[in-house]
């Protein structure tokens, strides 16, 4: 079972914020470039976007590495640890719109 990453409803929110301010001033970015931390916010903003016509150019995806965790002791702060088992992906995406392209 995934476990809930209460950043994704934020980071969602503020990408559709983006688009939708975007909208209102009518100035769509000619080259757009977002970073996603899950397949799931990628494909949430991916819709979003195609509603613009946006149209993907690059993707790139980072692999897994372990997500680090301070190791905080009543002692104090020791060396920081990789946490076993919990794993982040990074997504880098470029959208351009069509009737820009080159």
Known sequence: ?????????LR???NARD??????????PLILERAYWTAYEYQQDLGRLQRFRYRVISTRVQGAYPDLW????????????????????????????PEHAE
């Open 1 to 9: 079972m995934p476990t809930i990453d209460p950043g994704a409803a």
């Open 12 to 14: 969602d929110w503020l």
């Open 19 to 28: 688009v939708r301010r975007w909208q209102r001033r009518r100035t769509l």
């Open 70 to 97: 301070p190791n905080v002791t009543v002692a104090g702060p020791r060396m920081v640890r990789a946490r076993a088992g919990k794993r982040a992906v990074l997504y880098r995406v470029t959208y351009e719109l």
